[in-house]
């Protein structure tokens, strides 16, 4: 038997060539395997399409009875865009099913396990874990809280700064950490920023990385609907455009609100609360559009709103080798914290050096821990091997 | 023959061993090999002290008659503290050297080499040069410029602070980069603080490393000499106690500077310019007392005040995963730059982790360059191997 783990590794590797596509559905890939050859590959390539265990036993040319199946995430037992995965597999005559995790989804979470035990099929749960809860956390978040997964993307000087006191921020880290910043946007459904960032800086907030452009959600938090209606972000994709407003802010500005949605642009208002706008009631309509990883791209109150919310889930600090010192303008804004210990700490931190600059990568919320749980749990309801 | 880039990083490393214990003199390291077979190593030990050639030569207990000898650095032609290696080396019947560098000091530069050449040496110059420079940019800096090569040691969160806005620090960083530190400390010879970080933190500025306590000088920059007489500095080698203040701030305190000197504390008065106490003046008074590697522990201004007068030579900043947020107190204090271009940048900028915490080191100023092109116009004067 070829090593499950490294098979697995392999399906996870192919979940992630969905990451952007899926919307509020998990990433997820799939292999057939017979006698340690790969007859199918598979990944869940968009919100509502095929699941990635049908994809692989579609991709397979020859005869699959008696084969093996690699999935990274438990196979769906309910009716969802698509009839449960489980059938489709028990009828295929594959005989075992090899499963990175469980399924955090209550609808789920073991049903799809148990029909395909009792159906005859043995079931083996629980290979590369980490990696695979780590490719879901977003989904596991939108299980757990009915939120967006959000990322803050900063990029600074060592110590700390994100523009000198004029306002100058160009250019802080180097073309490589740009481009990177490019590929966390083509990962994401949505970029998010503050309207003092799109006067700042008057961003595209499109995604241009590796000669692909993409269009994930433009989102703009602007209480008074104040922002130009020359701006960048509206020159393409307008109907892409999301503007969160004050609830008295298209009454105040009914011409400009007119003009942007007549371009197709979509302004929504939220209530407010003692950081701006209400992060949680914007959350909201994000998950009622199917916007589930945010990338939030400033400025430093925009990340200091979503930290003192606690809806800030991870943090890519690109950070390069430059002294910019105390005028500068800094990358957080007010926190509030009186003790070191009240601090803000990123776990599982990690370091990578980029041509230039240094990208750090922590998390402040941890949601895989939920479904490694549910799998170890489950991992003895199934076949002995 | 051995591999004399090899021979020369084991020399490397021996040199390192002399780091913190040789004042303005360089840090050296040799040996003597025969057949392949170390005879003998040696390294600078203190200020004034043998040179490595002869601790090496004086380290063999075999004939060493026809052996080669290795020395990150040009051995010396001229009386110093210590009559000249080179008279040594050609008696002791060692007929090869291979040298690291060329000896950035005018009064050697070459001279070594010629005579070791014209007492019918052979002479080959140039291995692993970039570590045997590396080793000694601070005496190259010393030879220069006349000034101290100070190093810059930051403690902040990964949003450049280094407290919270009621002046919490402890601790940003953990036990390890503390520990570090301390290393830091102990290859110095003196640790550089401003006033307001003696209030502060009140520190003892000692180095307790790998269970050796060490006593680099305490140097303390308090322009109105009212630091506290209680302050932790004084309690232990207090005669390693170094004071700058103003010119006039003696006089004012008559009774506190009387005491104080009574104790072994050595008070300075300098002239003060527009960022406090003049550091031209200061670093003057620190080579005239043998100082040559100062480690600036703060604060935020004294940081500043040695980057706006060019003075400040490397960085460490440990760097933790913590987000303290605007209101806490920089790492960097005011530079007066407006556009990004202007910012200061740190070269050959490394990151290591650390437990917890993570270790930038880069450079302002290069003084490895000039002995590198020294080093490069002897080579073709040299025997051809």
Known sequence: MSDPHNMMLECVNLALAGKGYTGTNPVVGAMVV???????RGFHKS???AHAEIEAINNCSQEINGADLYVTLEPCSHYGKTPPCVETIVKSGISRVFIGVVDPNPLNAGNGINYLLNNGIEVYVGF??????EIIEDFAKYILKGQPFYSLKIAQSLDGKIATYTGASKWITDETSRQYGHYFRSISDGILVGKGTVDADNPMLSS?????MRYPYKIILDSSLSISEG????????????????????GKNKNKADNLMSKGVDIVPVNSDEYGLNLHDISSVLIGKNILNVLVEGGRKIYASFINNKLADKCYFFTSGKIIGEEGVDSIGKLGID??????????????????????NGKI???TEHILKLTEELRNRCSQG
Do not use: W
């Open 34 to 40: 017979k006698n340690g050859e790969i007859l199918g």
């Open 47 to 49: 919100f509502g399409g």
């Open 128 to 133: 590369a874990e980490q990696a695979c809860a």
């Open 208 to 212: 241009r990385f590796m000669g692909i």
């Open 231 to 250: 701006s960048a972000v509206f020159e393409e994709k307008p109907e892409r455009c999301i503007i969160f407003v004050s609830n008295s802010a298209i």
């Open 339 to 360: 003790n070191i210990e009240e601090s803000v700490k990123l776990e599982e931190l990690t370091v990578q050096k980029l041509k230039n600059d240094f990208l750090f």
């Open 365 to 367: 919320n941890d949601y």
